[in-house]
């Protein structure tokens, strides 16, 4: 029996993904889980397994094409006669193999509503202007053919200056008056189009704009122009940091994973939101839903473009678990292997430019939170200790933020906070 596999919805919703690599052809042998295909949906690259046993029949979408969910991929005639596997057969196979981390369900303990009040309504007693009536079109002459004009006359001035006959115009004006730019477009010969010069094929390069780009450059459009962002900067002596991170690196339970600087301000952006809750909060029109678990997120540069995973429930985790599962995260989504859920449910982000040879910038907020941190590049700097001047490890930290959410006041609170505690990693421990 010939039976399809329809495209599943592999993420939240998702309505297309592109066909990355098959890994069967036509007349192969399948087995049940078998991986046949590489999906790339807007959000992470997905294995797909086969839900039946048999032999390919055909491929019905090739390598690069863009398939809408429902739509069938591949036929396979299978061994043995039955039933087509549901959709929510169809949907667990998928669900089985790629990991899912299922997202925190908000629970009326975690999270906090409160009013929002923003901007003026309209005054009390102010009244409407009526709308202007629009002017009563000139008196219609007549030329010598008999012909109605509607022109004011600098217009017919114009005309008669440039030889050009009213009575062949078709007026663009109000009422259709003929208007100076009738009367000089009549009196411009027109010209044949110049062919435009194209350029050599090896001088211009065109990229689709599709799959994980597509998104993110969606979601940075929405963000920046729906949320009001401010940025504030800071410098920081990170010295004390440097040393504790050389420090773990020497402790038992951090040998088999990587620290970095980077594990110490997730840590003290984690211990701030817990000090500072309307920092990891989202804005829900007329509430504003205050977080009380953090989902931390970790913008990552790939081969597709930016994505931004995030560690579920940082706030619960140990210093050691959260190094590997900063480390784990981090390789994921390098690899493109990242879990759907996993790219989802994100409540304040980190984005680690210093990796670049950056010093700052102005981030733009994930989409849904209230904050995001950028963390610059560490640099040998002078610095004033103690009324001595020193070479020390600086930094620059730079928060934007939502201002409906989180005021000048609050956002340099949290950013004080945050290069407090990587200036003395005690007050780390203190505030934790």
């Given at each position: 029996m010939r039976r399809e596999f329809k495209l599943p919805d592999v993420g939240e919703g998702l309505t297309e993904a592109e066909i990355v690599k098959w890994h069967v052809a036509a007349g192969d042998?399948?087995?049940?889980?078998?991986?046949?295909?590489?999906?790339?949906?807007?959000?992470?690259?997905?294995?797909?397994?086969?839900?039946?046993?048999?032999?390919?029949?055909?491929?019905?979408?090739?390598?690069?094409?863009?398939?809408?969910?429902?739509?069938?991929?591949?036929?396979?005639?299978?061994?043995?006669?039955?039933?087509?596997?549901?959709?929510?057969?169809?949907?667990?196979?998928?669900?089985?193999?790629?990991?899912?981390?299922?997202?925190?369900?908000?629970?009326?303990?975690?999270?906090?509503?409160?009013?929002?009040?923003?901007?003026?309504?309209?005054?009390?007693?102010?009244?409407?202007?009526?709308?202007?009536?629009?002017?009563?079109?000139?008196?219609?002459?007549?030329?010598?053919?008999?012909?109605?004009?509607?022109?004011?006359?600098?217009?017919?001035?114009?005309?008669?200056?440039?030889?050009?006959?009213?009575?062949?115009?078709?007026g663009t004006g109000p009422h259709g008056s003929i208007t100076r730019d009738d009367v000089q477009a009549a009196a411009t010969p027109v010209r044949a189009p110049q062919p435009v010069a194209q350029p050599?094929?090896?001088?211009?390069?065109?990229?689709?704009?599709?799959?994980?780009?597509?998104?993110?450059?969606?979601?940075?459009?929405?963000?920046?122009?729906?949320?009001?962002?401010?940025?504030?900067?800071?410098?920081?002596?990170?010295?004390?940091?440097?040393?504790?991170?050389?420090?773990?690196?020497?402790?038992?339970?951090?040998?088999?994973?990587?620290v970095s600087p980077l594990l110490l301000v997730a840590k003290a952006l984690i211990t701030a939101v817990r000090r500072y809750p309307m920092a990891n909060a989202s804005w829900a029109g007329d509430t504003i839903v205050v977080k009380r678990y953090v989902n931390l997120g970790i913008a990552a540069a790939t081969e597709r473009g930016l994505i931004v995973p995030n560690v579920k429930d940082a706030q619960a985790l140990s210093l050691p678990e959260l190094a590997r599962e900063l480390a784990g995260l981090t390789e994921r989504a390098r690899a493109g292997r990242c879990a759907p859920a996993e790219l989802t449910g994100g409540t304040i982000t980190i984005t680690n430019v210093g990796v670049f040879g950056v010093d700052a910038g102005t981030p733009i907020l994930n989409p849904g939170e209230a904050a995001i941190l950028a963390f610059g590049q560490i640099r040998d700097l002078p610095w004033v200790v103690d009324g001595q001047l020193a070479v020390r490890k600086v930094t620059t930290l730079a928060l934007s933020f939502d201002h409906r959410i989180v005021d000048g006041e609050l956002g340099s609170y949290v950013l004080r906070d945050v290069g407090a505690m990587l200036e003395d990693p005690l007050r780390l421990l203190a505030w934790s």
């Open positions: 042998a399948v087995k049940v889980n078998q991986i046949i295909v590489e999906i790339e949906t807007a959000k992470a690259v997905v294995e797909l397994p086969c839900p039946f046993e048999g032999t390919v029949a055909s491929l019905l979408a090739t390598e690069g094409d863009t398939v809408d969910v429902g739509s069938p991929i591949i036929a396979v005639e299978t061994v043995a006669d039955g039933d087509a596997p549901t959709p929510a057969e169809t949907q667990g196979l998928v669900e089985d193999l790629v990991p899912q981390v299922p997202a925190p369900e908000p629970e009326p303990a975690r999270e906090e509503r409160q009013p929002v009040l923003v901007g003026y309504g309209v005054k009390l007693g102010a009244t409407k202007r009526r709308p202007r009536k629009s002017p009563a079109p000139p008196p219609a002459a007549r030329n010598g053919t008999g012909t109605a004009v509607l022109a004011k006359p600098p217009v017919r001035k114009l005309a008669k200056d440039l030889g050009v006959d009213l009575g062949t115009l078709h050599a094929p090896d001088r211009e390069e065109h990229i689709p704009v599709k799959g994980v780009r597509k998104a993110t450059a969606a979601a940075m459009v929405a963000s920046a122009f729906t949320a009001p962002h401010v940025t504030e900067f800071l410098q920081v002596d990170v010295t004390e940091t440097m040393n504790a991170v050389r420090r773990l690196r020497e402790l038992p339970d951090f040998a088999e994973v990587k």
